[in-house]
């Protein structure tokens, strides 16, 4: 078992920045691969990020790329997701997940075994 607790959230103005943190407790925090999803009112919770158990490979979405970064310090059993010019269709909840399967970065929701409870982020000025 795994629980993720995400923070950092909070509202921030057009072109603004926001470092998402999550912690990890309970199993080996290096057996999993690490995702960031999110979920905007109205729609589907969407793929952001992901990052390898030791961080050696990334991947983003393309409404993303460029702009934000996944990055994990195994010691602090914390993902983290660095967000840079944050603009308004960047509002939802944001959520961290953990990936404990062998194999390729995990795009899909149905690949990842533990979720946070969410942090909101909203752009708005």
């Known amino acids: 078992q795994v629980q993720l607790l995400e923070s950092g959230g909070g509202l921030v103005q057009p072109g603004g920045s926001l470092r998402l943190s999550c912690a990890a407790s309970g199993r080996t925090f290096s057996m999993y691969a690490m995702g960031w999803f999110r979920q905007a009112p109205g729609k589907e919770r969407e793929f952001v990020a992901a990052?390898?158990?030791?961080?050696?490979?990334?991947a983003y979405s393309d409404s993303v790329k460029g702009r934000f970064t996944i990055s994990r310090d195994n010691a602090k059993n914390t993902v983290y997701l660095q967000m840079n010019s944050l603009n308004p269709p960047d509002t939802a909840v944001y959520y961290c997940?953990?990936?404990?399967?062998?194999?390729?970065?995990?795009?899909?929701?149905?690949?990842?075994?533990?979720w946070g409870q969410g942090t909101q982020v909203t752009v708005s000025s």
């Open positions: 990052i390898s158990k030791f961080g050696s490979n990334t």
């Open positions: 997940a953990a990936d404990g399967r062998l194999g390729p970065l995990g795009l899909k929701e149905s690949e990842y075994d533990y």
